[in-house]
């Protein structure tokens, strides 16, 4: 018999943790995988609209990491799981870094904020980066309120941002779309 998706049990606006917690939706620990999640998403998105303009196989081994980072937000940090939950390793980090280095070797150097935009699969990129911000903030909002929170998995988040403000250029590089410099307007009086 196959499994229902709806089990009713948050109807009420309480959920579970890995390791069986029960825990108001609005809980910092909710808010932050949930906002991974988003991201997970998004990637997916930004995913199908780069194939055949880029390789996309570190945007999936992106989307299998953060489902790694959401399983460790999940967890009730007090209680043992009987499920065995990923790693995130500093090898991950060092793939976004390496990444990042080979993209920026055919970059333009930045010598101003640029706008973001300029083709659709640029913006959604730069989407993706702003919900990849949001959910680092998240973590740190869960850390900051006295939550276990790996370290490691704020500095992925924080590196994964990099990767995609990275990512958007290069893909405005390949789509031949010029970057808009962002010209701060001073009103000098």
């Not at 229902?4 to 995988?33: C, M, N, P, W």
């Not at 993209?103 to 913006?123: A, Q, R, Y």
Request: net charge negative; glycine share 6%; proline share 4%.
């Amino acid at each position: 018999m196959a499994f229902k998706i709806y089990t009713k049990t948050g109807d009420k606006g309480t959920t579970s943790l890995i390791g069986g917690t029960k825990v108001s939706k609005a809980h910092f620990r909710i808010e932050a995988y949930g906002t991974v999640d988003e991201l997970n998403s998004y990637i997916g998105l930004c995913k199908d609209l780069l194939d055949g303009i880029t390789a996309t196989d570190v945007l999936q081994e992106i989307q299998d990491r953060l489902f790694t980072v959401g399983s460790s937000l999940a967890c009730d940090p007090e209680k043992e799981t009987k499920m065995k939950i990923p790693d995130l390793k500093e090898e991950d980090i060092t793939l976004l870094e390496k990444e990042m280095d080979k993209m920026d070797e055919t970059l333009p150097v930045m010598k101003s904020f640029i706008l973001p935009g300029g083709h659709p699969t640029v913006s959604q990129l730069h989407v993706a980066r702003c919900i990849c911000r949001r959910a680092e903030r998240a973590c740190v909002r869960l850390q900051a309120a006295g939550e276990e929170v790996d370290q490691i998995v704020i500095k992925y988040i924080n590196r994964l941002s990099d990767y995609l403000f990275t990512l958007a250029r290069f893909a405005a590089h390949l789509l031949q779309v010029p970057e808009t410099p962002w010209r701060p307007r001073i009103d000098r009086g």
